[in-house]
């Protein structure tokens, strides 16, 4: 009587665990655009950066559980000397893409590096929490960081 349980059991766990195509090339496109934007953070600055991957409406969540909202707003707070002067990393450890491809979000760790007016340099860990929008020209940008 095993046998009979087992083998639709398995197929079951199988065809769960087994993501469709599509989603995989969705994950993929979060994937690349979470490295794009930590590209663009090296080469054009945290502000520039924070600015061009934020939707019209991001909100990021920084110390003390503030709130910033709007992506004006999103670059005004990251154009100061702390972020002029800082570089940063992180990778998703996890992505999910929504059924319909139109929302996603991602989470891993970070690493801010800066260096103070000695040389002597700092290092901030955390771990990042990020949701992705489909844009109209199906770009990817974040609401929520």
């Not at 398995?10 to 934007?37: G, R, W, Y």
């Not at 991001?58 to 709130?67: P, S, Y």
């Not at 909202?69 to 005004?76: A, L, M, R």
Request: charged share 30%.
């Amino acid at each position: 009587m095993k046998p009979f349980f087992v083998f639709p059991i398995s197929m079951l766990l199988l065809v769960a665990c087994n993501k469709p195509a599509d989603q995989n090339i969705l994950e993929k496109e979060i994937f690349n655009t979470e490295k794009s934007f930590e590209k663009m953070c090296a080469e054009k600055g945290v502000a520039e950066a924070f600015y061009f991957f934020a939707d019209d409406s991001a909100v990021i969540k920084r110390e003390n559980d503030t709130l910033i909202i709007g992506k004006e707003n999103i670059k005004n707070y990251h154009n100061n000397d702390f972020y002029k002067t800082a570089s940063v990393k992180w990778t998703p450890d996890f992505i999910d893409v929504s059924n319909d491809g139109s929302m996603a979000y991602t989470y891993g760790k970070y690493v801010w590096i800066t260096k103070d007016d000695n040389g002597n340099q700092s290092e901030f860990k955390g771990v990042f929490h990020t949701v992705w929008k489909r844009q109209k020209d199906n770009s990817w940008k974040y609401v929520w960081d």
